[in-house]
T-cell receptor
Framework: EAQVTQNPRYLITVTGKKLTVTCSQNMNHEYMSWYRQDPGLGLRQIYYSMNVEVTDKGDVPEGYKVSRKEKRNFPLILESPSPNQTSLYFC????????????????FGQGTRLTVV | LAKTTQPISMDSYEGQEVNITCSHNNIATNDYITWYQQFPSQGPRFIIQ???TKVTNEVASLFIPADRKSSTLSLPRVSLSDTAVYYC?????????????FGTGTRLLVSP
């Protein structure tokens, strides 16, 4: 089954304690990205990756790091979490090429609800 | 990436057809139009994608006029489970879909 898996689903942590949210996809997709979703602000992209070892900032990258050492994994790292990073996080993956009879769609993970106190 | 404009919210009743229109005046020649559905606390889910005219799948239809400056997502005979937020996105799949730009979407509420 094609899927994007995020872990953990829920996390409560304290300010300043480094954490990593993992993301893995089994579709051999080149593109992966992270989003955060906050009430009234919609989905905002944090970082994206076009392939292994290729990453770039999205709209709200401050306070986050990512790495893409393997095609299937794209972890999101918060070196020193702060309360304003309390949010719902989504990882997504997609393939860049439109193939005939096949849509170019992004697949999203189940989400990680992070609370920083 | 082209900017999109959608209604903030819509109300409907079970069994009715719902049409959600998205405006994208600055759509580029290579851009495709894609719609996603999102339930509370879940990731967005792909619904339909098209380039021109009409596209239909098992859950929805997408109507795109000749000038492609707008598009309409049509949900036939909605049920309570169609209550969700619907996002319209415009972009060039080979080069732009790595950076999906979600607006605030349209919140659809289906009542009995």
């Amino acid at each position: 089954e094609a899927q994007v898996t995020q872990n953990p689903r829920y996390l409560i942590t304290v300010t300043g304690k480094k954490l990593t949210v993992t993301c893995s996809q089994n579709m051999n997709h080149e593109y992966m990205s992270w989003y955060r979703q906050d009430p009234g602000l919609g989905l905002r992209q944090i970082y994206y990756s076009m392939n292994v070892e290729v990453t770039d900032k999205g709209d709200v990258p401050e306070g986050y790091k990512v790495s893409r050492k393997e095609k299937r994994n794209f972890p999101l790292i918060l070196e020193s979490p702060s309360p304003n990073q309390t949010s719902l996080y989504f990882c997504a993956s997609s393939s860049p090429v439109i193939q005939e009879e096949k849509n170019t769609e992004a697949f999203f993970g189940q989400g990680t609800r992070l609370t920083v106190v | 990436l082209a900017k999109t404009t959608q209604p903030i919210s819509m109300d409907s009743y079970e069994g009715q057809e719902v049409n959600i229109t998205c405006s994208h005046n600055n759509i580029a020649t290579n851009d495709y139009i894609t719609w996603y559905q999102q339930f509370p606390s879940q990731g967005p889910r792909f619904i339909i994608q098209g380039y021109k005219t009409k596209v239909t799948n098992e859950v929805a239809s997408l109507f795109i006029p000749a000038d492609r400056k707008s598009s309409t997502l049509s949900l036939p005979r909605v049920s309570l489970s169609d209550t969700a937020v619907y996002y319209c996105l415009v972009g060039d799949p080979p080069t732009g879909f790595q950076k999906l730009v979600f607006g605030t979407g349209t919140r659809l509420l289906v009542s009995p």
